[in-house]
């Protein structure tokens, strides 16, 4: 009956026990995440900040516990509690009554109870229950996280747990193991020893501490008290915050380490485990049993000793067993007394814990002197009936496949792991990055050696291929590949113990040694002694081993990344499907999005594998779309705590612990939690760590270009750079100082912004102001001093540090105190350190808050924009913002739209106002009406540039050209519009020189139309078949035309030829020279002669010794890095070479300069002629000799000239050629014009012009039509080219637009187009045709535009070009037949007769036609005007088919034909030629000032005629590869001053203007051409491509296919 009483208590027990867990857990709002629910993405994350000081509601306790954790707080535990209003004790307040009335004396209040009366406040959670119902309540991975952060504020941790419900016990394993211990042993022999172990592998003595029934003494405080006697390790009963209830806690036994510091005052030496069993520990036996077994040493808590207590069994098992045993007795005040070997007893009654502690350190130091049994955390995964974490099935898979990878290294040497299981990464990488910064240092014969460089290159890349496929890499992959997401997590940390246990003694000695060595290199430098270069060797060959034994995943993931790097460079070679190397970036990208680390900067090989982050970052955006991105990074001095004071502020894992310290730059995202967005403008925050710049006194000219080239990539791609200064060391301050500032002045030079906040830590006194001021004015002082100095080095003008950067001493300056609360490694982190990071992570959101951040996208150009100008030396020269090129071409493409509906409108107003024109409507055209008309579009013109420059995707971007991209369109608009009144003024002045005619017309017309009608009535009848019509007709018609124009004399044609004989002749020029170049022919291409020496004068020859010209010909025989001069013997076999040339060919040769100059006089000289003769009134006026002579008398001055100022002198022959080229070139236009003034002022041309129309008459009225049919007749032929000439000038319009936007040439923007040519060329493989590209670019261009609208019209698009016409004619049909039936209908209101009608009729075609005027005096007995408008209809109908059927060719006939229409849109950029390699700049824009020119390639300098002087040898070498060597060049070939490449731009407005970014001459396209044409080339300049100028093997490998494709690169 008792044994069912016991068992329904003990129910009933665990009832009450289960429903006060539930409260608790519903008190903490976890009640719904005991299923494991918590995971580390619910904190970590970037959340609202997080208040110190206030108190906190008790259903916010869980979570603020976890946050102040994940930042170091160890005041977690100690959180103020906001009691609900309801539960607040109140005070209750008695009646002021005096006590002798109610017979109480003052003594009865105060021991008078309300209890009975007075509701108890609910207590409030304990402490420890808040910690433990967060572990309760997390998964595995938070569980890990938790527990290491609370082993870094040096607390205890939980190591038999409970189950709150079932009473199952669980060993936490897996959250042990990241954890590290650091101590000091002191050994007599070796000195003091650093050693640091995983706290899971450490054999160590433990000391477990149990208390046997209740005690009024808190055994934790005693234990705290032997640990750390300021920090309470283990919570107990005094801490702030405890309560007498709690939950969780009984039963948990928890573990901390006492680790020694090798000083005389270590309370032990040796690194010691301590245990402590909450609660009573008869109540747990099975912990209990653990601990006793386990322990090294047992500390028993006794309240007394009774005989017969429940605990004398206990104490009785335990003084039987061998193993030390110290009884603590609370009710005996006895001295320490050791009652057999290793057990003891120690009274603590009237005993302070200090005097208590003492006696116990004592008696454990003795019993540890001697030996004891070691305890290992591992081995609690072998006790039987406890559940171990690590059993779980993530775990078990995660593990196995994890010692699958270990298995593969056991046995191995540490150092060399990963030569032979990770050989991409090592001495390949290495050498490949290596070779790659020397393709930007070349000396010699450039391209030949970046050609042999790049089959280097190629050659590691293929060995690297070939390594690729180590057992170590295949098993990672594959696990990687096949695991589960939480699975994959475990592998991976598993992955990092297992490797780190493996180097750990490795590096532990590694690293003595280092700490040895640098001691006595100290030593020596303080004495100054002469071997402190041998110690500093002895330093470096450890450093060295060091790097060889450090080997963690970091390690395998840059593998990964080489491999897929060495696959993907040879992946468009070979043409291969898809392999297993493709999907490296994804499995990376799902790791980076989970929160891992991914390395951006390899620190070893000191370079940015761009090709594997870009693909990375690709697959981020793939799976996260393209989010927008906050990124942080960090700069500061090796061991200043970066990585500390980013792991603190955002709960990061970037490794911190000496041996691992941060190699490189990594990064890490961090998601902004759903309640910021609101605050903040992007998704993540990318956070990048950065290995420290390096320390002074090891620092070389290596190690300052390494920290510059860190501290320039680090600054230039995060949005906020946090400068991390450590200790108040000036000096020290001072050079990260000037590397920051550099580097950030840097960033304002290419427009880039970002914005730094200097964070001051381990300073002694941050409390005190007076000396934060003084310090904040010292360092605004040091940047200041800083921005002067960098401002001379980069060559900008900056007197404080304010001028390059906006900065607020006061706001941007951040004084942290020292991380530890005393000395390490015992010591917890400050309090104060926490809450410095704290205040500077709500300064960044702050500042973060203002900014839009940069998207995903824009990160990844940014990383391999500024990598590539980091390789050259010149980093702001040399800086290419890719992602701002795109938007800017975008932009481009947009302008063309933009100018394109300007243009559009405007050729439309064009054809409406030259019709008006002509029909007599208009006789005057004013701006303001031209204005007015286009305001409408302009306006919506304007709409649209606002729209696009809002993006809010691009809007940062696009700003810096919104002002001048809105000015150009006002100015495109304005130059539009006041074209366009020009071209009509001009139409107007040639009506108005045609009035004379045009007055004559009606009365012409009328007797024409008299006689023939008259001659009709006297054949009617007579003839039969109308070739006698025509006979007839025929016979009288030149006797009209000599009657009505008898007082006219006729306009002669003009004698061009004789003309230009006669001047020449007056010129002095020879007749026989005149014919012999004449027939020559030669004049006709003289702008695209490669070479013009046979023009030349000169006999006398220069020194054979002058180096070669202008470009590489002027190279210096000196290294501009190096300053050391090539050898005398080297200087002296190229003098021999030269000499011997010269005597080969003693022909003198202008200089690549000089042909360059011949060739602008004659550019020059032929667009004036054609201004000259554009400008002149030939089609209103006629043509006069003294036009040309005037055009003549011009090139001969120009060439006088040009001849004053060269030091040369030109053949006769020159100027004859130049003359009778300008004047072929000007034939056209002469004659053309010409033409046009007889057709308008030619009476008797004019006449026999309407013979046709006349015959129609006649013909007509012969065969006895009616006058409504003859006047159809007239209306039609009247309306046939007017019709024709709209539908054709509509069509040409239409076909302009369609092929702007639609067909790919010309819907682009410039660089599109130079694409499309160029790939035309090399399609026709036609040699003439890539010198008339080369020499005359913009004629070229045209006459590439020309062709391919003549190709779109009459082949690839020719049923669609007649469908526009055939919809165009339908459109004008429409409007005749709406004009007619509007004529009819008005004459049918009124008094009807033929000239109403007429008139009604003309004035509805006005805009639309043009209609000449017809004499109605013959028609009016015209009276049916139904029947008038049908047979016009019908007459029309004919007309309209013909015109339908009519060919295409007939295009030409357009007032506007498409070519010229689309000449006219696309051929308005910028067409200034680079001053080395003349390619033409691609900018849309003709000034796009301040933008300097640029080109997205360019091309070797022997296609242009760029050569060695005094030999035959064609120049090789790409600009953009020069730009990267180190050779210098002369100015001006006459000059003496030699300027570096890297320094081009200082060599002159010429120079200045252009931006030539080093490339590498990657196009192959240019290299093609030269190996296709190199005999051609040759024979063009009459020079070689050998010696100096010998092509690359390596180009010839280059295929026409390869050399196309290679502009879809442009």
Known sequence: MSENKDELVEISREEQCRRETETLFNRLQLGDKRQQTLTPEDFLQIGPALKQQSDTPEKDLAHTFLQRLMILDYRARYIPVKQDSAEVCQFRHEPDVANDETGKSNLDDLFSSTEDSEPKPKPNVHPMDVQMAVFHCSDTFLRQNMITKLSQCQYALPLLVPDPVSKDIECPL???????????????????????????????????????????????????????????????????????????????????????????????????????????????????????????????????????????????????????????????????????????????????????????????????????????????????????????????????????????????????????????????????????????????????????????????????????????????????????????????????????????????????????????????????????????????????????????????????????????????????????????????????????????????????????????????????????????????????????????????????????????????LVKVSEEMKNDLKFDYVLVVDTEGLRAL??????????????????????????????????????????IVVQAIMRMKNIKLSPSCVFVHQNVTDIAASEKNMDGKRRLQEKLDQMAQLAAKEEGCDAKSFSDIIEFDVQEDVKYFAQLWEGSPPMAPPNPGYSESVQELKNTILSKASQSDGMTLSQFK?????????????????????????????????????????????????????????????????????????????????????????????????????????????????????????????????????????????????????????????????????????????N????????????????????????????????????????????????????????????????????????????SKDERESKNTTTGQSVSVLEQGKQLLQSLLRMEKNPQISFTYQEQQQIRSLIDKVNNEAKSTIQGKPLATRGYSSTYLEEMAKNVEKQVKEFQLKQSYALKKEFTVDLLLYVFDATRQNILKSHNQFKANNDLRHYVNSKREQFYG????????????????????????????????????????????????????NKVNLEKHVLTSLAEKEDFQDYMNYITQPREHVKTFIKEEVKKYIFTEHKDSTKSLLKKNVQDIQGLLSRALHKATEKVAQGEANINMWLEEFSSELKDQLTFDTICCQTFSDINKFDFLEEEVKKRLESIFEQITALPLDDLEKCQKRPDKILIDQLCNGCWVQCPFCGVICTNTLEDHSPDKHNVPFHRSGGIDGVYYQKTKELDVDFCTTSVASDWCFRPQHDSDKTIPYKLYHTAGPEYESWKITADESKLIYWKWFVCKFQTELEDHHKKEFKGRGEIPSAWRKHTKQEAIASLDEM
């Open 1257 to 1308: 008459i006649f013909s007509s009225f012969c065969k006895g039509h009616s006058s409504a049919l003859v006047f159809a007749e007239m209306i039609c032929d009247k309306l046939k080219d007017s019709t024709v000439q709209a539908v054709y000038d509509q069509t040409a319009i239409d076909l302009a637009g369609e092929m702007k936007c639609s067909f790919s040439p010309f819907n682009g």
């Open 1035 to 1110: 016979h009288v018609w030149d006797g009209w035309v000599t009657e009505l124009t008898a007082d006219t004399e006729p306009i002669k044609d003009i004698k061009l030829q004789e003309d230009q004989l006669s001047i020449l002749l007056e010129l002095g020029i020879e007749s026989s020279l005149i014919h012999e170049l004449k027939k020559c022919g030669k004049y006709k291409k003289i702008a695209n002669l490669g070479d013009y020496s046979e023009y030349d004068t000169r006999t006398k020859q220069k020194d054979p010794c002058e180096e070669r010209q202008r």
């Open 174 to 668: 897996w959250t042990f193991r990241q954890i590290r211990k650091s101590w000091k042993m002191t050994d007599k022999s070796k000195g003091s020893i650093m050693k640091s172990m995983p706290v899971c592998k450490a054999e160590t003595p433990m000391v477990s501490f149990l208390r046997l029934g209740s005690a009024s003494l808190s055994k934790s405080q005693l234990l705290n008290n032997l640990i750390n006697e300021r920090h309470s390790t283990f919570f107990h009963r005094n801490c702030p915050g405890s309560t007498k209830t709690r939950y969780l806690m009984d039963g948990v036994a928890e573990i901390a380490w006492y680790c020694p510091a090798g000083k005389p005052n270590d309370s032990f030496t040796d690194f010691i485990a301590f245990c402590n069993l909450h609660g009573d520990a008869l109540s747990f036996d099975k912990q209990r049993d653990i601990l006793i077994e386990k322990a090294s040493i047992n500390v028993v808590l006794l309240p007394s000793l009774k005989r017969g207590d429940r605990s004398m069994t206990v104490i009785s098992s335990l003084l039987d067993s061998s193993k030390p045993l110290i009884c603590l007795i609370a009710d005996n005040d006895s001295n320490p007394v050791q009652m057999k070997s290793g057990h003891y007893k120690i009274g603590l009654k009237d005993k302070s814990q200090s005097d208590a502690s003492e006696e116990l350190k004592g008696i454990i130091r003795n019993i540890l002197s001697g030996s004891f049994d070691s305890f290992q955390l591992e081995t609690l995964a072998q006790v039987s009936g406890i559940r171990v974490d690590e059993e779980n099935e993530i775990c078990k898979e995660g593990k196995a496949a994890a010692l699958e990878i270990t298995s593969l290294l056991q046995d191995m040497d540490v150092s060399k792991i990963k030569k032979e299981k990770l050989p991409c990464q090592g001495e390949l990488w290495h050498e490949w990055s290596r070779i790659t910064k020397q393709q930007y240092h070349l000396k010699g014969a450039i391209e030949m050696e970046k050609s042999k460089n790049q089959e280097k290159l190629q050659e590691i890349r293929q060995r690297q291929r070939a390594a690729s496929c180590s057992d170590l890499m295949r098993l990672f992959i594959k696990k990687l590949s096949s695991l589960q997401s939480n699975e994959k997590a475990c592998f991976l940390t598993w992955t990092q113990i297992l490797l780190d246990d493996l180097s750990t003694d490795d590096l532990a000695r590694i690293l003595h040694s280092y700490d040895k060595k640098w001691s006595e290199f100290l030593a020596l430098k303080k004495d100054k002694s002469d071997q402190l270069e041998n110690k500093q060797t002895e330093l470096e060959e450890i450093s060295t081993q060091l790097q060889a034994a450090t080997f963690g995943l970091e390690h395998i993931f840059r593998e990964m990344g080489q491999i897929y790097e060495a696959h993907k460079s040879q992946a468009k070679r070979r043409k291969t499907g898809r392999m297993k190397w493709c999907g490296y970036p994804a499995l990376a990208a799902e790791l980076m999005i989970s929160g891992h680390p991914m390395e951006l900067m390899d620190g070893d090989a000191g370079h940015v594998p761009l090709t594997w982050i870009s693909s990375l970052l690709d697959e981020v955006i793939k799976k996260l779309g393209d989010k927008r991105v906050f990124v942080l990074s960090v700069l500061g001095v090796q061991s200043s705590g970066k990585s500390t004071m980013l792991n603190a502020m955002f709960g990061l894992q970037f490794a911190v612990s000496a041996g691992r310290c941060t190699k490189g730059a990594f990064m890490q």
């Open 697 to 738: 006194e090891l620092a070389g000219n290596t190690t300052l270009h390494h920290d510059n080239e860190l501290a320039t990539f680090v600054i230039g791609v995060g949005n906020m750079t946090l400068i991390n200064i450590f200790g108040e060391n000036p000096a020290e301050m001072q050079d990260v100082l000037q």
């Open 861 to 1033: 150009h940014n990383i391999g924009d500024l990598w590539k100008a980091l390789l050259n030396e010149n980093f702001v020269f040399s800086f290419k913002n890719t992602l701002e090129v795109a938007v800017y071409r975008k932009l481009e493409v947009q302008y063309g739209n933009w100018t394109w509906t300007l243009r559009k409108e405007l050729l439309t107003i064009e054809n409406q106002l030259h019709n008006r024109i002509e029909n007599g409507n208009h006789d005057m055209v004013e701006l303001s009406y031209l204005y007015n008309k286009m305001s409408k579009t302009y306006e919506d013109v304007r709409k649209a540039i606002a729209t696009y420059f809002e993006d809010k995707n691009q809007k940062e971007m696009l700003a810096q050209w919104r002002g001048r991209f809105e000015s150009k369109i006002k100015d495109i608009h304005e130059e539009l519009v006041k074209a366009l009144k020009r071209k009509l003024d001009e139409v107007l002045q040639q009506k108005n020189a045609c009035k004379k005619l045009d007055k004559k017309k009606p009365e012409f017309e009328n007797k024409l139309l008299q006689k023939s009608k008259e001659l009709a009535l006297q054949l009617k009848g007579k003839a039969t078949n109308e070739r006698e019509l025509q006979k007839q007709f």
